[in-house]
């Protein structure tokens, strides 16, 4: 699995990162970076909501 963010979308609210910590991180910055691009089997759960729950449809999955 890998983690692509269409950081044109992104608005960097968190939302991924609440759910998804060990992936996600906003940072003081105010932007978006993804921590583990090709997270494991154990994490896909959780990607799979931050992609539902993005309210800008920023992340994607590519299998």
Do not use: Q, T, W
């Not at 699995?1 to 105010?30: H, Q, T, W």
């Not at 089997?41 to 309210?55: D, Q, R, T």
């Amino acid at each position: 699995m890998k983690v692509i963010v269409d950081y044109d979308l992104c608005s960097s609210n968190a939302v991924c990162m609440g759910i998804a910590p060990e992936v996600f991180e906003v940072r003081d910055d105010g932007f978006l970076y993804v921590l583990n691009e090709n997270p494991g089997p154990e994490l896909a759960s959780k990607v799979n909501e931050a992609v539902a729950s993005c309210p800008n449809g920023a992340i994607s999955i590519e299998e």
